[in-house]
């Protein structure tokens, strides 16, 4: 194995089976991937690991996607304080919200997927896109595509913009802001909305997927029309959509942060958020209660994405990823990201994941690898709970 895939970096006793998982997946990505695993379990970093060329353990990368669970992790904590309701009409927050029909969706309904507010009829300019306070503006007067609580389909450029604004109103304070000084700075976490100028020597960019030819073919068969749901969802009725690859290569993306796609962070910061959301951390109390925890796991939103078309399990703003990986125990939260990174809290396990990787694994979403090393994450972290070793 060369030294390019062989990981780097450190595993607790127990955990070796881990590496040995990490480094089976580098040599069979071969010689450009470039990948960061991290797991604490009851708030104890037990995996650091790293590989790939131009890459570190504090490498940072667009995580997609995955900008959700920060987004989310905020308005659960928001809930938990009582500044907001899952109940209460979104419009009672934000009045402007209720044109075109908008006016009895609930946080819960948006939370979950079900609002129907997917994008624009015309789509966004790339510095839109990047720009949640433009996003939310131009959505207030959209009229939704589907009748709102009918069904479910992915919000997938949209949904942080859509709850950052409830924040603001409600607040006074940006999404991006509160998540700032409740979490990340507290927790020296590195995962931002709105990448610091002096991070940037830090980050690389993303790379394009290199699909087979079987692979090619299968993205072709599977291609949707600019004005079909996916296309409005995704972007593609803009005459100059961005690809959606290429977001965070975009310093303006980065700068702003927007809360659905916008974060860039290492696989660090994401285990890290999710182990201070669980457990005690440092002498801190975990950020969630359970009850929190558990209101937001909850399943709201499960069978056909009628975005997304397939099948796809939502809580509240957050993936229910025991549904994808059913080793997890019930109450498992979190998010995956485009290009492949993958990060969640496992309540009953005390485990928090967090995968980041460079290039976009095909087809998209959380990269395929995920489902091997979250079993060998989690089967080790299980026979240290039950040896005792673990405290």
Known sequence: MSTETTPRGTVAAGYEPVREEFAAVAAAEGGDYAAQLVA????????????????????????????KGAAHLVVALLVQDGVLELD???????????????????????LAHRAGVIGADAGFALEELADDRV?????????PYWRPGTAFGYHALVIGALTGEVVRRATGQTLHEVFETRIRAPYDLDFYLGLPEEHESRFRTTLPMLPTPEQQAQLEAAAYGPDSLPGIAFNRNHPEAVELSELPNHRIVRAKGPASVGGVASARGLAGMY??????????A????????????????VGYDIVARAHKAFGLGFSATVDTYPVLGQGSFGHSGAAGSQAFADPRSGLAYGYTRRRFAFPGGAAPENARLIRAVHAAAVAQASSGALR
Do not use: N
């Open 40 to 67: 604490h379990v009851g708030g104890q970093r037990v995996v650091d690991l790293w590989v790939g060329p131009d890459f570190t353990g504090s490498t940072l990368t667009g995580v997609f996607s995955s900008t």
């Open 88 to 110: 209460q009409k979104v419009s009672h927050y934000w009045p402007e919200f209720a044109a075109e029909g908008k006016q009895d969706i609930t946080l819960r309904d948006l």
């Open 135 to 143: 996003i939310a503006e131009r959505l207030a007067g959209q009229r």
């Open 275 to 284: 182990a201070a959301a669980i457990s005690e951390v440092d002498g801190r």
């Open 286 to 301: 975990p950020l969630l209660k359970p009850d929190t925890a558990a209101a937001f796991a909850q399943l709201h939103s």
